[in-house]
């Protein structure tokens, strides 16, 4: 916790720290923060989304944080920002409580012997972590966590309660793991054995690069043969599912509900949304935006932003649309017969 | 446990309790509950969906909840219902067992010193409850609960088991949470900082009315500056991904794996289909039903039934219409321009 | 644990052992797996997906399993199988390290008294099991479970760790569950009381056949009046939803995060693709496979592949389609027009 929280700071202070621009009074004290509606006469607000635009003339706010071309239209004192919402995230980082956590090992967790715990990590109540796994120095481990057999946590990293890390998973420095996660879980690996499925072994790990943030309920099986690959600074939204031997690579971020299928491999900085889909063993580049629930269903060789699926209609006009769906082939042929002046 | 679970009730006993009208034998005695299919001679039934109404004619049922166009057909006794699910519901939970729950707190849960916690609850086996949280009367946490930080559970309200509030959760009263679901974790919330990914504080809560269910697996994060709002009665399936700053109108129903993405808007008594995605910022008016798997990917301002996707096809056949589905501005372009008689 | 692991096996050994035939050097010693790309001198790899077959040139694997038509290019010894993966994963088995389980009951689980449970199973750290709840011999309840009450847990089965068991599941033998499954919590059951939702009770249980496998945050919600039935030799991957009274047949699998919505029936033998959809009260017959995404919205009566959806575009070039099907019906009728000679 910093040792500033709920304090108060006066703007030009804030300027200074942040390197921004001030207009307007340079006194005022912020005490806090929120948004364009509702934030009060000791809270700092901010414009990022043009959709929020209107809410500026009647702000309460004791100043807001925008970009210059909005200076001339803010009631209050601004703070200029070249990315208003970035620095507000900054700034808001001032007013956050972070729940502080006791180096050692809660007398109700259950340690096995041998494993290797720094002396400066926090191991919360009612923990499993087994015989050979390693928590690094300042790492947390929130309450009812598992960290199983031959996983690493590494230092400054925090599982943040119920985070279960099944088998040969390595986390880096200063990661971020919510609730209900799964990491390491067998890889969906099976082989038909003429009168059942025989299982595969998943013989391989999980890799979290440091940096990374995973999400409550998201799971992310260990490879079958090598290690499924989250490289480093990658952001995962909740309820995302992670197949064995994916790749993704650093600073992609992929937002609630997205899955990506066995072995495939999703480039750098690549933005995928919510509920989208990636299919097996394909190649995705690096800055590729996917957009909400489309499916990847081929490799994609350029950068820029791809989708798939039909727009939302009113149930009526979409059955109608619908129906047509299904003829758009016979559609197709004879529009084209049509054109070479042979109508039926 | 109601004192009677498993007695046995007269059909005019029923009939009474729940103002229905008999016809047929008064005395029968009905001893459980059971489909048309499958329930015996001491079971009642019910009919309330048109595709089982074939059954009726052999059902083996002591008797049947049914409305009054069907009871021509009913080859047993017959209770009469204007809402026949319904008051099928209403009598079924003549015969459920509810697990008891002793008052007090579990040997083996760990309390921090200051919870505040009502004589009358039940705090379960291995759960952790947070020095600040507040449990309140009736309230019954099930095995291996946590309760976070600054965390309220309201009055008669149950956690089933191994259910996880982070932190600033208000769960309001009659409230019925499963297993697995994650309330109040970090919202997805990013900048970028130009090296990489800035995580955005998330300075929020969450609050849940009175009456709501949310489903196993579901994960609803607390907002970034003000609270993620579900409002009463609200009823959420398993697997549904509700990000920070949502709101959820008073009894909106959602099927599983449904998501909400980021300050979206849904309105009060919505029907929102399993699968389905509603994009950020969007607002959802009061009594829209969105189907099964469908993108709100506008805003939706007039009641009603919305829609997205293409029909189900037979493989082949759905490859040769996709494949023209890219094609369709062309398409369209050339049909207009045969309208003007300018054929190729 | 095979008595075997990390041993090393002689090629002709291995061939005779799996009834493979042997191409080249006999004696060669193996002693773990890897992939063609990356197998070491002494380990063994695979080629059983096309999409690799330029990778054997230059493997520096011991030796490959592949199939005949494969083999006159294979630089290094070969091992022919008529299903190569199925080889390779037998194969691959003695090479897996199995976590071993202790017999008896860790000191910080909390059982309560009346549970059944045999002796030669395992019952982990911090579990809770409930006086009604049955464990067969040598079941191995891992760490965090919850087996609640009027649960079954059949021989040899494996719950990984953090699995509840809400209510009256009953699961065979050999059956593997992951962590964050969620097997027998209420099914979503509603009827419109009028002024807000009733509650209709959940009266079945679920019951899991022997051999299946269950992913983790997999969620399979109880039944309504009747049991939701998992057939023998289901593999279900994770983060899938299984609703109330569902029944999947024999050896069906599914991929991650698909769902089949309440008294859906699936057939035997079925493949269900990641992310695809089964709406309520349908019927797949045997032998259907549903491709990655689609949503079954009417029952199928013949074996084959299904589909719905569109293919992924560049945005741009998808915007001005996607605007088009919302014509799609007006433009069938426009050229339906033309090719009767009626022009506008």
Redesign the interface.
Known sequence: MPADVHSSYRLDDLAQRFGLSLAGEAGRSIRG???LA?AGPDQLAFLA?A?YAAQLASTRAAAVVLDASMAAGCPVPALIAG?P??A???I??L??QR?AATPGI?P?A?VEPGAAIDASASI???C?VAASARIGPGAVIG??C?V??DCDVGAQSRL???V?L??RVRIGARV?V???A?LG??G??????GQ??????Q?GGVRIGD?C?I???T?I?RGA??DTVIE??V?L???I?V?HNVRIGA?T?M???A?V?GSASIGRHCLIG??A?V?G?LQVCDRV?I????????SIREP????????????R?????????????D??R??AA??K?M??
């Open positions: 923060v929120g948004t509702q989304n959709r990315d919402y970035l507000f995230a900054r808001a980082r007013f956050e729940p809660h109700s259950v919360g109540p009612l499993f309450p009812q598992v199983g057999d943040v309660a119920r279960t099944v088998m971020l919510h609730p209900g799964v879980g067998d969906f690996g099976l082989a038909w054995g059942q499925w025989e299982k595969v072994p013989l940096d943030e999400g409550a309920n799971t099986d043969l090598e480093e600074d952001r939204d909740n309820q599912q197949a600073h971020a937002a609630g509900c899955a299928a919510g509920g889909g299919l063993h935006t957009t909400a629930m489309s499916l990847v269903t081929h820029g932003e791809y989708s798939s699926g039909t727009p939302l209609q009113e149930n006009q979409w059955r109608r649309n619908a129906v047509r769906s299904k003829q758009l082939d559609i197709a004879r529009l049509l054109e002046g109508p039926r």
